[in-house]
């Protein structure tokens, strides 16, 4: 932890480049926000990433922050500040940090916060980063903020994942949560689907039509190195991971019609889980590994029905309209995201599994592929908003919305990557 020192003298210190960083689109108000502010950081001037910008924008993404608009100050890691005009701003908190650039070439980020409500100093940090790694002290920063103020777990240094197209070319890309420094795991002439992560985040499963059919492949996130899972007579398609990543259903058409099956992360023959004469599909594990949600039109139409990780006779689990796909537990157990139609619109809507209610959160009509934050608290989608296709985060009960920068072109199938081990 830092110790304090002496406070820097006051002057004016403008928002505007902070603002001018603050890419992710807002709307919506939370029903309960915290209020906090921050200044710039000292010597940021020199690195091209405003650290506290950053933090910002991550902090109201999660819709449980509301920026206050800061006191006229120049400040650091190491002032001892007068908090009683942030108080009077309505600030509960505020952070201050400085970028110090090291002999070494890297760049030491430091930060500390305050409770301005209490006049009470909660800690502070240090981040010897490379210049590339400027994005993630901020992320760390935000995850602390975060975790101190609500006390959860903060998502900012989690990863998404997600697949564009742009004219012949797809792309599976690897991406900071707020959708930043994206990097292409696979680029592909034919079509890439269905990215998932494995616990821990060190590698995905996706589909890929290289071989001019459906084949599922594993892929090491951090060498690119990958394996082959999946290849039998047919299709094999929508892999997703079991808890304990020591497996992955999928979706295989060996005997003839979609059914659900199971096989080992490491490969082998798979088992079948499903025993229908219909089309069962995106199976995904519940948090606690014991059930399979997926999808089948069994009943005359896709709905979403449960079973037992082991298999077994299924329960339908979604009841209203009659157009229900692509499930997505959260990781706390508490929620089930999914796309449902309602008027000839594809909407993404929320049910609180222990009563069954279901809330739509979008009034958008092309959403697809819900996927919640590991700590269940904001949702990945795709979308087209105002025209164009985008990638979008949402609060679970839908009042705060966020467009992600970064990602262009025809944009497809976000997962949301857990917290890292």
Request: charge should be neutral; charged fraction near 20%.
């Amino acid at each position: 932890m830092l110790s304090g020192a002496a406070a820097l003298p006051l002057m004016a210190m403008p928002w505007q480049a902070a603002q001018a960083q603050f890419r992710v689109e807002v709307s919506g108000a939370g029903m309960t926000q915290i209020p906090f502010s921050a200044v710039s950081f000292r010597e940021n001037a020199q690195v091209d990433q405003d650290m506290a910008a950053i933090v910002r924008a991550d902090l109201e993404r999660s819709g449980q922050f509301r920026f206050v608009e800061p006191v006229p100050a120049r400040m650091d890691e190491t002032s001892l500040p007068d908090l009683t005009p942030w108080r009077s701003k309505g600030a509960d908190a505020m952070f201050a940090g400085s970028v110090t650039r090291l002999a070494d070439g890297r760049y030491d980020v430091r930060f500390r916060l305050w409770d301005v409500v209490r006049g009470k100093d909660l800690g502070a940090l240090s981040y010897p980063v490379a210049t590339q790694d400027l994005r993630s002290a901020a992320h760390g920063i935000a995850d602390y903020i975060y975790e101190k103020l609500t006390g959860e777990k903060g998502v900012f240094s989690t990863r998404i994942a997600y697949v564009t197209k742009a004219g012949s070319r797809y792309d599976l890309w690897v991406a900071d949560a707020d959708g930043e420094n994206a990097r292409a795991a696979l680029t592909s002439a034919e079509p890439i689907i269905s990215p998932s992560w494995a616990p821990g985040g060190s590698h995905l499963a996706y589909v890929s039509f290289e071989s001019r059919k459906p084949v599922i492949y594993t892929q090491e996130v951090a060498t690119k190195k990958r394996r082959l899972l999946a290849n039998f007579r047919g299709s094999n398609s929508a892999p997703s991971w079991s808890p304990d990543g020591q497996q992955l259903v999928a979706t295989l058409s060996i005997s003839g019609n979609a059914q659900i099956y199971a096989m080992a992360s490491g490969g082998g023959e798979p088992r079948r889980l499903s025993q229908s004469s219909s089309i069962d599909t995106e199976p995904v594990f519940s948090a606690d590994g014991r059930t399979i949600f997926f999808v089948s039109d069994r009943g005359g139409s896709p709905q979403i029905y449960k079973m037992g990780a082991q298999g077994g006779s299924p329960q339908r689990v979604t009841f209203t309209g009659n157009y229900n796909i692509s499930p997505s537990p959260s990781p706390d157990g508490r929620w089930l995201a999914f796309v449902s139609r309602v008027g000839g619109a594809f909407r993404l809507h929320v049910m609180d599994l222990a009563n069954g209610n279901v809330t739509a959160v979008t009034d958008t009509s092309a959403d697809e592929s819900p996927s919640f934050a590991p700590n269940s608290r904001m949702i990945i989608y795709a979308t087209r908003d105002k025209g164009q296709e985008a990638l979008m985060t949402t609060t679970v009960d839908g009042r705060i919305k966020t467009r992600l920068a970064g990602a262009r072109g025809d944009i497809r199938e976000p997962e949301w990557g857990p917290f890292t081990r």
